[in-house]
């Protein structure tokens, strides 16, 4: 089986963020759902596979993916967003670190529904798995794949548990320490937090956790 290192997935329906394609570029793979095609052949960046009900691509990109990449084509009645289904395509590829990038998008529920995404049990056996939505960092840890913040001190980021509660969450190097804490859903406890000697780690015991770094650099 070919190694690949990196996969990275874009979506969203705003032009990517230049921090955001600093992200992708270099990408082993990369895979584009519906839309955000467009805005990675805007960016530069060159995908490798075309996912989704191909309703929001453009006809110039849509030609563009027909005679230059592969096309997953799913129906328009379907059960998982094309962010879903494209994160689905880059898992099987098993690689050893996973990046969604987006530059933000017009809906609130997407939004919510891509970064959920990260958090999904098909993508637990990835080693390491991020996102970048604009200039917001976001990483996802588990039990077994601990969080690095590896940025200055006094920089925010902010725990959330967005696929519910988080049991033992420890938080080391920060302002604000936490120590074998439960966090509920999506609750304000993990929220503006302060790395204080970095890198800052976070690890918990059981549930997915979801790390966002404000308007952060590559």
Do not use: Y
């Amino acid at each position: 089986m070919e190694t690949v290192h990196t996969v990275a997935v874009l979506t969203g329906s705003e032009p990517l963020d230049p921090v955001a394609v600093a992200a992708a570029d270099g990408a082993d793979r990369i895979v584009a759902a519906d839309g955000g095609l467009d805005h990675a052949r805007a960016a530069g960046l060159v995908p490798d596979v075309l996912v989704g009900d191909l309703d929001s691509v453009s006809a110039d990109g849509l030609g563009w993916a027909t005679a230059n990449i592969t096309i997953e084509r799913h129906p328009a009645d379907k059960a998982a967003t094309d962010t879903e289904l494209a994160l689905v395509c880059a898992a099987a590829m098993h690689p050893q670190r996973l990046v969604l990038v987006a530059g933000r998008g017009d809906r609130l529920d997407h939004t919510i529904a891509a970064l959920g995404a990260l958090g999904a049990e098909s993508l637990a056996g990835i080693p390491a798995i991020e996102g970048w939505w604009g200039s917001d960092h976001v990483l996802v840890g588990r039990p077994t794949r601990p969080v690095h913040v590896a940025r200055p001190a006094g920089t925010t980021f902010s725990l959330l548990a967005l696929h519910g509660p988080c049991r033992g969450v420890t938080i080391t190097g920060s302002r604000w320490p936490l120590v074998e804490a439960d966090l509920g859903s999506v609750v304000g406890l993990g929220v503006s937090n302060e790395v204080l000697e970095p890198p800052c780690r976070i690890e918990l015991t059981a549930g997915v956790v979801t790390v966002i770094i404000p308007g952060a650099q590559p």
